[in-house]
């Protein structure tokens, strides 16, 4: 007598293979997302502390701004 598996006849389901291609448009939008804010804070780093200030940040913020962790009110230029 032969058994066969429940599961070795199913097919993926919509809403498996629907979670595992989000799961991976979700990890190429982060991966993007990541490589972007390397390159603004590469970017940032390389003008001026002039051209900084001109903008609003210190150098010190450069990370903070790009991160979305920046608090424009509480910095003071005197």
């Known amino acids: ?22 799961t991976l448009t979700n990890v ?14 590469k970017t940032l780093n ?5 051209a900084l200030r001109d903008i609003g940040i210190t150098r010190s913020q450069i990370e903070d701004a790009v991160y979305g962790q920046f608090k424009a009110e509480l910095t003071r230029y005197l």
């Open 1 to 22: 007598m032969t058994t066969i598996s429940q599961t070795a006849g199913r097919s993926l389901s919509p809403s498996s293979s629907g979670g595992f291609f989000s």
């Open 28 to 41: 190429a939008h982060a991966l993007f997302d990541r490589l972007e804010r390397r390159s603004a804070v």
């Open 46 to 50: 390389e003008l001026d502390d002039h």
